[in-house]
């Protein structure tokens, strides 16, 4: 499989604007609307994920929304299979499962429609999302995904933000591939 040279994965991180003080004073919020209208780093991106995914024997990818929506759509258009959006509490029309998860201050929820993955019992799914930070998200749309009868094979995050410890909350469920990881 091919692996992104140091090169490429500066051309990634260097597409990603830093919105300091965003959305409270101390967070450094990673901006990834600037890759997403930079064609290159979009089309490098995309390009080495589909290499990466197009023999994993996929049925879905599902994303978190919302940043996660963005990449999912696209890898599942690019891999020829569909789209499963895992959202907040309330915004999805029809009967959902859901999972909930704490916050810094509080609990939030996630939830997906209940037929996701078209009622297919070990339907092999990738979870994808634009970042992992404290990995509560993360962790519960893998929960969902495995309470749907499905299987997630792989998390697979564009910015892994290692300080924070995510992925420790989400491997013992999934393997996890980050593109790119942030000190």
Known sequence: MKTLTPEEKKLLLDSIRDIPDFPKPGILFKDITTLLNDAKAFNLLMDHLTERYSDANLD???GIESRGFIFGAALAAKLGIGFVPIRKKGKLPSTTIAEKYSLEYGVDEVEIHIDAFLNKEGARVLLIDDLIATGGTAEAAVKLINDAKAECVETCFLINL?????VEKVKNL??????LEVI
């Open 60 to 62: 879905f990818v599902a």
């Open 174 to 179: 999934s393997p996890v591939y980050s593109v």
């Open 162 to 166: 290692t300080f924070l410890g995510g």
